[in-house]
T-cell receptor
Framework: NAGVTQTPKFQVLKTGQSMTLQCAQD?????MSWYRQDPGMGLRLIHY???????DQGEVPNGYNVSRSTTEDFPLRLLSAAPSQTSVYFC??????????FGPGTRLTVL | DAKTTQPPSMDCAEGRAANLPCNHS???????VYWYRQIHSQGPQYIIHGLKNNETNEMASLIITEDRKSSTLILPHATLRDTAVYYC???????????FGTGTSLTVIP
């Protein structure tokens, strides 16, 4: 099993550009989440999903959209990138009431 | 509001036990205590979790006080590879949202 995979590993955007961060898992987990981690900080929850077709907001959802059309995939969309969104983004998946498995992260810089 | 409080940093001599404290004084009866660690800038790695009993696995032991208001993660024989940021997280039994604090940066010294 590949576990949780994220693409791209690195990305540089200009202010105002849009992009989608990809996240996929092959463990058939119902739960998936997106976090961001700013330098010297812990992870903050952006959005999460408890199953295909169901998403909800976390602590810091503004500026991000998500959708969950399949169990395996949970993309994160930045509609109009801002320098404040420069961060490392982690995706995670878990079974109900189980531990979360994290991907390797995407390092995003917005100029 | 932060659900957990941890010291920002700690040192431990290689080969000795590392004891990492966590305060979660507002924990409710339907919340677990989870511990994760993050090495460099990798994705966090699960260590252990518990509800009210002490737990042990191949990586660590988790000691939860009887009133459940605090816990201690114990790495019995710390190695240099245990240098990482350790996060203590409180999570509802039926929910799946993990709220990370700023964690404890553990440095294992040769």
């Amino acid at each position: 099993n590949a576990g949780v995979t994220q693409t791209p590993k690195f990305q540089v955007l200009k202010t105002g550009q849009s992009m989608t961060l990809q996240c996929a898992q092959d463990m058939n987990h119902e739960y998936m989440s997106w976090y961001r981690q700013d330098p010297g900080m812990g992870l903050r929850l952006i959005h999460y999903s408890v199953g295909a077709g169901i998403t909800d907001q976390g602590e810091v959802p503004n500026g991000y959209n998500v959708s969950r059309s399949t169990t395996e995939d949970f993309p994160l969309r930045l509609l109009s990138a801002a320098p404040s969104q420069t961060s490392v983004y982690f995706c995670a998946s878990s079974p109900p009431e189980g531990e979360q498995f994290f991907g390797p992260g995407t390092r995003l810089t917005v100029l | 509001d932060a659900k957990t409080t941890q010291p920002p940093s700690m040192d431990c001599a290689e080969g000795r036990a590392a004891n990492l404290p966590c305060n979660h004084s507002t924990i409710s009866g339907n919340e677990y205590v989870y511990w994760y660690r993050q090495i460099h800038s990798q994705g966090p790695q699960y260590i252990i979790h518990g509800l009210k009993n002490n737990e042990t696995n191949e990586m660590a032991s988790l000691i939860i006080t009887e009133d459940r208001k605090s816990s201690t993660l114990i790495l019995p024989h710390a190695t240099l590879r245990d240098t990482a940021v350790y996060y203590c997280i409180v999570r509802e039994i039926t929910g799946n949202q993990f709220y990370f604090g700023t964690g404890t940066s553990l440095t294992v010294i040769p």
